[in-house]
């Protein structure tokens, strides 16, 4: 009211805020991200010809050099690279098939990295694979450029060009694999 007593007393309260700042718990959780430290392994060159022709959408961000393929991607390779040949190549018709396109085109370059996964990703992925119960995981394995190699491409790409962290796929993916490991290890003890 323009008292010394009110005067004094806002004056006080101004402090108070200042000396606070925010005291809000979303500021808790909002705090930044610590760097990370380039990883001291050599990246492996990809096993995927580079996109060529035309494209409507703009180039991917750089992808820093550094970068190396996490356990999932290791674990996808090892699944691709290691399944026998009585283990049926997949067609148009599979499931995983439809991984099979470019993964580009279910990029979206406007979003972010960090929301790209809610946005696009698991949408895309609940709409293939369902919500993990629904489908035989067994009955998905299949070989070839529609198969696990198809689901390996498309979880790089977005896990290397675009830095959605690959323990997102991890769930999502995780019966599938453990599907595909079941069936190596029946090859070992077959053969």
């Given at each position: 009211m323009g008292s010394e007593v009110c005067k004094a007393a806002q004056?006080?309260?101004?402090?108070?805020?200042?000396?606070?700042k925010d005291g809000?718990?979303?500021?808790?959780f909002n705090k930044p991200k610590p760097v990370l430290n380039p990883p001291t392994v050599k990246a492996r060159e990809s096993i995927y010809p580079a996109r060529q022709g035309p494209s409507n959408a703009a180039a991917p961000p750089t992808v820093i050099s550094a970068v190396?393929?996490?356990p999932l991607l290791?674990?996808?390779y090892f699944i691709n690279k290691n399944?026998?040949?009585?283990?049926?190549e997949a067609t148009e018709n599979d499931v995983l098939a439809q991984f099979s396109e470019d993964p580009a085109s279910f990029d979206n370059l406007a979003i972010d990295s960090e929301n790209l996964w809610e946005e696009v990703l698991n949408p895309v992925m609940k709409g293939i694979l369902g919500w993990g119960d629904e489908l035989d995981a067994a009955s998905l394995v299949r070989r070839g450029e529609k198969g696990i190699s198809a689901v390996h491409r498309?979880?790089?790409y977005f896990t290397v060009q675009?830095?959605?962290?690959?323990?997102l796929f991890?769930?999502?993916?995780s019966r599938l694999l453990d599907a595909a490991e079941t069936r190596l290890e029946f090859q070992e003890r077959t053969h």
């Open positions: 004056l006080k309260r101004d402090k108070d805020r200042a000396r606070k809000s718990l979303l500021t808790f190396t393929e996490g290791q674990r996808l399944l026998a040949h009585d283990v049926s498309f979880v790089k675009r830095g959605v962290d690959e323990r991890e769930g999502k993916l």
